[in-house]
């Protein structure tokens, strides 16, 4: 596994407030790390409202079908998360693990074990023992405290080179309210809930049903707009939390995800999840190279979201990125197998903003030496003019290294 | 560009008897390899029948467009086919460039410039210059041969690192008719039309909409079942011709796909087209293991075909298996993400026979130390049992190195 920092890395830590009625510890359950933390535990105060979206995969990992089943009440006082195994495809004995553990966990808080939450990430296949979480959790449940941030933001990593951290304020009908997240990410990165694991917070008095909204509306052109390598994890979990405390200081309880009064929380909570989807891509399994792939004038949205997937999915491009090479060939590829509507003849193709083809051939004026100076950058920018419609979509997505095959290669043993 | 040749090569290569009616020249045009050949032309006897199967891209390459249009004929006298340049995204100058090289070739063989077809392979984007086949076509037309049919095999090679050939006898109506085969591939290569170029060669009289139907089929399980990193060439070029020179020892000339009589031929042409793909698999750019990913027990044979691909496109099950990693795990997680029907509580997996998992999780008599060491042998076979239906189908990939990273990293510059 690979230990550097990734150069993509923000070059510090967003220092996150405490946000009332969420607090948490973290222990070392030695689940498969060694001297690190690899358990954590969030206490959610009564009457926290709370939603998630999951998995696509047809092969849910143990703990996101006890999600999905929990999260029907909307409610939740607790939250348990492990890294180093992911309790996926573990059969009867995986359910059994999360069963169990909720029983640990909801003893340890004084809640029902339905309303406990859990995620699990790791290696898929492997038995997970309920029993490392006997002792930790009722340790932890002792020392729940508000601050600070980065120890859930760390106890979650499994690959990560940085923990990921995003913080932002916003009022409700006057009445400022905080949202924090933290999320995981690194590799088995791809749309249909692109990060493994990330978890949001808030003290806005928002109803579960709405919450829901917001999290599926926010996820489509941030998470879900991500892609390191197309693999879609069994794993995929996003929870947002919301423990109304702000009612308290006034801000009116909202059940609806179309109340006005909302609009200031639905930038901020797109913000938040959007950051935290940027530095899961930044610290992509061996990235080298943040880029952002634009694609306009297609003939609707949806179709220049599946183009832009299928240029930032396409090893060759990924891959000539990595070599710093303004190989627009490769797109011309891409956007050629993507199988949605697109006039070769009328295809331009710029990268930072130079335009190197332009219907449907080399730009003639355009500077190679220019070209491969930019590519030298850390941040790619392609943009795609279709030049046949009004769709546009932006994904991002990092480069293909070799230390992506070699963390990969390497990383069950 | 990696020089030395895939450790998955095949030991010696086939030696191709002549064909009746087929012969060709090569020769060394510069266009942007030095010191090797780069053109071929195959001159084809009056009456040659022919078809072919193109990329199913939408930014399709210029010799692409012309093919389609001049095989409208069903009849060919003429192959042109140059490495290094694919004349794709080239524009008009890129259409011009095809019709002047198809006016110089027919000037040589004496025949109409629509009765040529062309194919070209390299970089995208980059004008090809039609001067470059002005004076070697006229010569190779002077110095056509029946044999070595490792000849065109070389000429046509981009960044594979060998040539591609192969051979098969069938007898229709108890005359013996010979099928020969070239390929190229190396990279971009995925599934619809899953090789860049292929060309195969016959003296069986067959019609050429006949010869269109058995093509399609063929295509079917052999280089639409293959792949190795998911990118479809804007170039895909996949050509059957027929010279009917056998009619002179009585065969009979066969109109009809379904005639009873080509059984034989069809077994012998679909041999020849999978051990084509499979020497392009094996030649994938870096690939050290050869790969087969079976599905089976699925809802049918097009969804196996599907969770094949997933599973076999998965760049975390293919790096894991470059690491000599039996990480069955990411099996689930692409048989998960295919979207297809699939019952985690019923899947099972084995490598190399050895079952691993077993109905939603890890076989618990599976001995990992077997298990690793059959992962250090070169052929993989990955097999799926969904046990939800009767479909199944198998893909051929290979695995994804550091050297396919370093080969496409530095292809351009």
């Known amino acids: 596994m690979s230990a550097a920092?990734?150069?993509?890395?923000?070059?510090?830590?967003?220092?996150?407030?405490?946000?009332?009625?969420?607090?948490?510890?973290?222990?070392?359950?030695?689940?498969?790390?060694?001297?690190?933390?690899?358990?954590?535990?969030?206490?959610?105060d009564k009457g926290t409202e709370a939603a998630g979206v999951f998995t696509k995969s047809k092969c849910p990992s143990a703990p996101v079908d006890w999600c999905r089943d929990a999260l029907k009440s909307g409610k939740a006082r607790g939250l348990v998360v492990n890294s180093g195994n992911a309790n996926a495809f573990t059969g009867k004995a995986g359910k059994d693990t999360?069963?169990?553990?909720?029983?640990?966990?909801?003893?340890?808080?004084?809640?029902?074990?339905?309303?406990?939450?859990?995620?699990?990430?790791?290696v898929i296949g492997e038995p997970l023992d309920a029993k490392k979480f006997d002792g930790p959790l009722q340790k932890a449940a002792k020392s729940l405290k508000a601050t600070p941030w980065i120890d859930p933001a760390r106890a979650i990593m499994t690959?990560?080179?940085y923990p990921k951290l995003s913080t932002a304020k916003a009022t409700i009908d006057g009445v400022e309210v905080t949202i924090n997240g933290i999320a995981k990410g690194a590799g088995m990165i791809a749309p249909d809930m692109a990060t493994m694991l990330s978890f949001v917070f808030t003290d806005a008095p928002i109803g579960a049903a709405a919450l829901k909204k917001l999290l599926s509306k926010g996820t489509e052109t941030s998470f879900n707009a991500i892609t390191v390598d197309s693999d879609t994890s069994t794993s995929d979990t996003l929870i947002l939390f919301a423990t109304g405390a702000a009612a308290k200081r006034g801000a009116p309880k909202i059940k609806e995800a179309n109340d006005k009064r909302l609009k200031d929380f639905k930038a901020a909570l797109n913000e938040v999840l959007l950051d935290l989807a940027y530095q899961v891509v930044r610290d992509g399994e061996g990235a080298r190279h943040f880029v952002a792939v634009t694609v306009a004038g297609a003939k609707s949205a949806a179709s220049a979201k599946k183009i832009a997937l299928s240029v930032a999915n396409s090893p060759l491009l990924k891959t000539a990125i990595a070599g710093e090479?303004?190989?627009?060939?490769?797109?011309?590829?891409?956007?050629?197998?993507?199988g949605e509507p697109a006039d070769r003849d009328k295809l331009s193709i710029s990268f930072g903003g130079i335009r190197v083809a332009h219907k449907g051939m080399r730009d003639p004026s355009y500077d190679e030496k220019i070209v491969s100076d930019y590519m030298k950058g850390q941040d790619i920018?392609?943009?795609?003019?279709?030049?046949?419609?009004?769709?546009?979509?932006?994904?991002?997505?990092?480069?293909l290294t070799k230390e992506y095959?070699?963390?990969?290669?390497?990383y069950r043993s």
């Open 5 to 44: 920092i990734s150069p993509l890395a923000p070059k510090s830590y967003a220092e996150l407030p405490a946000i009332e009625g969420v607090s948490f510890a973290t222990s070392a359950a030695g689940i498969k790390y060694q001297g690190r933390t690899d358990v954590l535990l969030v206490g959610l």
């Open 98 to 122: 999360v069963k169990k553990t909720a029983d640990i966990a909801a003893k340890a808080l004084g809640c029902k074990p339905k309303e406990i939450v859990l995620a699990s990430t790791g």
């Open 159 to 161: 690959t990560d080179t």
């Open 325 to 338: 090479d303004a190989n627009w060939g490769r797109v011309v590829a891409a956007v050629g197998k993507a």
């Open 381 to 399: 920018d392609i943009r795609i003019e279709l030049g046949i419609g009004k769709g546009e979509f932006t994904v991002w997505t990092c480069d």
């Open 405 to 410: 095959v070699e963390i990969n290669g390497d």
